[in-house]
């Protein structure tokens, strides 16, 4: 814990001094934020074209909201993992001496973080594209919309992988 | 894309370049933030064009009134309800173009850069043809009013009265290189003196020819896929166009030197094609010419067969098929460009039939060309 500069310090010593605890609060931070990025990319990709596509035809528009909705389900994903990741957070009684078990704890809790953090901002883009494809298919042509409501469906499960391997990276992870 | 597949490879074929795969991905991304919404009004306006079903209908009419009847249950509607019967075919063409002209204003009213200036680029044809149209009526001391009225509408802008109120050629210069967007192609390729000397259908071609380099340098630049699905189309504009001139050069005083000088330069016949269409003295020499190039010698064979089938419908069906391309892929702004001229194509297809119905010369009524 010494500002000393040794001779022998590496890497692991700069990692070594980083506080466990603000290595899991940036990755609580990056699951929520790369999520939202995820769900409002892709809300943003379906809207326009629905938009767009709803002024000639207007009856796409209450079924086409899957699509959007699909999205807004990767940022609930986003919530829930940094709510439960959040809740193991707890404050130690003696912070001088940072144990094993808290550096353990500090770095699953930032990976499980980062992963669902980045499988949601891709599932998002993915559901977007798709969503918007979907949309200017159906209004040319209504039995499209539930052959390409399947590729949605698809690309909507790589977050729920995200999130179950999230939550099992992080399951062990205690800071007492 | 397979259409490239189709053209013999003169040119390197490309490498992939991760920079390339950058745009490609921007696209995927990013083109929606500012062109989703007028991409889909597009695609909602191209649902309406008339589709075969539609043409049997029409070209079953027995009059104008009966045609009038079956567009209403097209998108076009009522576009005929306040005109006075007998309706006559030069109305019909006039309502049509109308109703394109509202529907691209709207588009035109939600875009951003760079579509807002992919869109100006589309209007610029129309707009070259209106200024030559004014120009050589100041020049002769037409009436300034009428002509207006016979500017095509797609291609007005703000600056247009005041070209009619240029009192010497020399105003009228100056006016046209500063007020209108045509300037930048007036500037070195038409000077003053030409505008009293050369034949107007000279200047026109030179215009033409540097709008067209210059949009197809404006596709290229914007990349992607636009510029592969507006390259392809643009180039057969430009073969097209130089075949035309060819053709029509014949037994007028134009030399070779000057039809040399209105070839576009970007199509697939530059450099050779064009070296060899440039010296050709009639017909034989411009097959001679297009031997090499299997599209043209195809398109060629065909009118030559089909007694019925003129050089000029099958460059318009061939430019029908390239445009209804456009529409396979999503993400780009070749679909305005083909939409426009889709448009124009469908308006041509109701005038003939209508020309055909009120003429009662209803034998080569199916000589339109299919759309979708």
């Known amino acids: 814990m010494s500002a000393a500069v040794n001779a022998s310090a590496g890497w692991g010593d700069v990692f070594a001094e980083v506080n466990p605890y603000s290595i899991s609060a940036t990755g609580i931070g990056l699951a929520l934020g790369l999520s939202v990025l995820g769900a409002a990319w892709g809300i943003f990709l379906t809207g326009s074209s629905l938009l767009g596509a709803a002024v000639k035809v207007p009856r796409i528009r209450s079924k086409n909201l899957i699509s959007v909705i699909f999205c807004e389900a990767v940022a609930i994903y986003g919530v829930i993992i940094s709510i439960i990741l959040q809740t193991k957070l707890t404050a130690p009684d003696d912070m001088t001496n940072v144990t094993r078990q808290m550096y353990y704890a500090g770095y699953s809790i930032f990976t499980s973080g980062l992963t669902v953090g980045i499988a949601n901002l891709s599932c998002g883009i993915c559901v977007g594209v798709t969503g918007s494809g979907c949309a200017l298919a159906d209004a040319q042509n209504a039995s499209l919309f539930v052959k390409i409501l399947i590729v949605e469906i698809f690309g909507s499960a790589l977050g729920l992988f995200g999130v179950i391997v999230g939550i099992i990276q992080s399951s062990k992870a205690t800071f007492t | 894309s397979p259409l490239t597949l189709a053209r013999p490879q003169y040119t390197q074929p490309q490498r992939v370049r991760p920079l390339a795969m950058a745009s490609a991905l921007s696209e995927l991304l990013f083109f929606n933030t500012n062109d989703g919404y007028p991409e889909a009004i597009l695609r909602g306006y191209r649902s309406g064009i008339l589709t075969t079903q539609d043409y049997a209908n029409l070209t079953q009419c027995e009059s104008l009134d009966d045609m009038k009847l079956h567009l209403q249950c097209t998108d076009y509607g009522n576009f005929l309800q306040n005109e006075p019967s007998p309706l006559a075919t030069t109305v019909i063409h006039e309502r049509c ?59 007005m802008f703000e600056s247009m009265a005041t070209l009619c109120v240029a009192q010497t050629t020399e105003d009228l210069y100056k006016l046209v290189l500063e007020d209108t967007p045509l300037g930048p192609y007036f500037k070195d390729q038409v000077k003053f003196e030409d505008l009293d000397e050369m034949n107007i259908e000279v200047i026109r071609n030179t215009l033409y020819k540097a709008y067209l380099e210059d949009f197809y340098q404006f596709c290229k630049k914007l990349g992607g896929v636009t510029a592969e699905v507006m390259c392809e189309i643009l180039e057969f504009e430009a073969d097209r166009r130089c075949i035309n001139i060819t053709i029509n050069s014949f037994g007028t005083e134009l030399t070779k030197d000057d039809r040399r000088k209105l070839f576009p330069e970007i199509g697939t016949l530059y450099p050779e094609g064009l070296l060899r269409l440039g010296r050709a003295d009639d017909m034989d020499g411009v097959k001679a010419a297009l031997e090499g190039f299997p599209v043209y010698r195809g398109i060629l064979n065909d009118v030559e067969y089909d007694a019925d089938k003129s050089l000029e419908d099958a460059f318009y069906e061939h430019a029908a098929n390239l445009n209804k391309l456009a529409f396979m892929q999503q993400l780009h702004y070749g679909v305005f460009y083909a939409f426009v001229k889709l448009k124009e194509q469908e308006i041509r297809n109701i005038v003939w039939i209508a020309e055909c119905i009120s003429q009662q010369q209803k034998t080569r009524i199916n000589q339109y060309i299919p759309i979708f």
Do not use: S, W
């Open chain 2, 97 to 155: 173009l109308e109703k394109l002209v509202n529907d691209f204003k709207y588009l035109r009213a939600q875009c951003y850069e760079p579509l807002n200036k992919f869109l100006e680029y589309v209007t610029i044809e129309y707009m070259i043809d209106n200024v030559v149209l004014l120009v050589n009526g100041a020049l002769h001391g037409r009436d300034m009013n009428e002509l207006l009225e016979k500017c095509h509408p797609l291609g």
